[in-house]
């Protein structure tokens, strides 16, 4: 099945992350189009015989008008011409239309040439094959649209944040976002630091919408990758299968005010619920004890109890409960407030009722 996007938003914090978008296994590519293999190159199909793979001849190419790119191309690497977009494949990483004229490499002419988007679920180590350096290039014609691609002898674009992400064996995407304004709000822009696209699972627990809809892929700022990579861990310890979330990534307003929410960089996450091993589903809305440090329940208790494991962990640096008023009652909302640790007045974290409404 193939990644693929499509957005959706309920009540709450925050806007849904990007779900699936069908099932055929060759396409054009979209903008923000991904890969659904979650497997590991191990277990993976062969990677040989499309776009980016490597090739001795253009037969090796396993495609209609597929080109076995060899001058300059390390073990060659199949391409395609292009105009703005490329096909894609199921099992393989996305793909991206570049300018031949400006991309690094020996692409025959200035016209568009397929490559492979950088993918740490295809290569763990770089997001590339060897001699080929994950290099944020321009689509073909349209200059304004940026992401991650494979290719030849390139210096690596990755941050530090990314490495750091794909020693932990995070499936992921590093990407490109364009600043955008909230609805009303011009003079405010929403900006993601290091954006990637996190493949779910990780850690062998699901990333799934609030009404269980897989999300395949879930958009955030590197670092909240880091917190959402934490947040996986500690649930797969406590028996979770799924995490039932409401959003991260949304540019908007604080509810009430003219202040950007956390969600508009891309660093906070709504929790709905969550999914256990054994079939149950315990939800904030259904099994939070409201007002009390002792939950009866278990399922209550649980709720309780993970929330101040992440806090004292230092995961998120707020995490609003559904405490704080009725605008939470379904959910939790964690944050990466900048500062936050450093804040005398609050102990340098936050738990519970909020400073804020979000």
């Avoid at 062998?204 to 892929?217: A, E, F």
């Amino acid at each position: 099945m193939l990644r693929a996007l499509f957005i959706v938003s309920v009540a709450g914090c925050g806007k849904s992350s990007e779900t699936g978008r069908g099932d055929s296994v060759f396409h054009a590519s979209e903008d923000d189009s991904g890969w659904v293999d979650d497997s590991k190159p191990d277990s993976s199909p062969s990677l040989d015989g499309f776009i980016g793979s490597a090739c001795s001849t253009d037969t090796d190419c396993e495609y209609e008008g597929g080109v076995c790119l060899l001058d300059g191309f390390p073990n060659g690497m199949c391409s395609l011409a292009c105009d703005r977009t490329c096909p894609d494949r199921d099992g393989f990483p996305v793909t991206f239309c570049v300018d031949g004229g400006t991309a690094p490499g020996g692409f025959p002419d200035d016209e568009g040439w397929c490559v492979s988007r950088c993918s740490f679920g295809a290569y763990l180590e770089s997001g590339c094959r060897p001699d080929y350096g994950c290099s944020i290039e321009a689509r073909n014609e349209q200059p304004w649209t940026e992401t991650y691609t494979c290719l030849p002898h390139a210096t690596s674009d990755l941050e530090e944040c990314h490495y750091r992400l794909a020693d932990r064996g995070v499936d992921f995407e590093p990407t490109v976002r364009a600043p955008d304004s909230p609805e009303g709000h011009p003079e405010l822009t929403c900006t993601i630091e290091d954006p990637v696209w996190v493949f779910s699972p990780v850690f062998d627990v699901d990333l799934d919408y609030y009404d269980g809809t897989p999300t395949p892929r879930t958009l955030a700022s590197c670092e909240a990758a880091h917190s959402i990579a934490d947040t996986a861990d500690d649930a797969a310890k406590a028996g979770v299968a799924s995490i039932l979330h409401i959003g991260t990534y949304n540019c908007r307003v604080i509810a009430g005010t003219s202040t950007l929410s956390r969600h508009g960089y891309g660093d906070a996450l709504d929790i709905y619920g969550f999914r256990l091993i054994n079939g149950e589903t315990w939800t904030l809305i259904d099994h939070w004890e409201h007002d009390t440090t002792s939950p009866a329940t278990e399922s209550g208790r649980f709720l309780y109890d993970i929330a101040h494991r992440w806090y004292d962990a230092w995961i998120w640096n707020i995490i609003l409960t559904p405490n704080y008023n009725s605008a939470h009652d379904n959910h939790f909302h964690l944050d990466l407030t900048p500062g936050w640790h450093d804040l005398s007045a609050h102990n340098g974290r936050y738990i519970g009722p909020a400073p804020y409404t979000d």
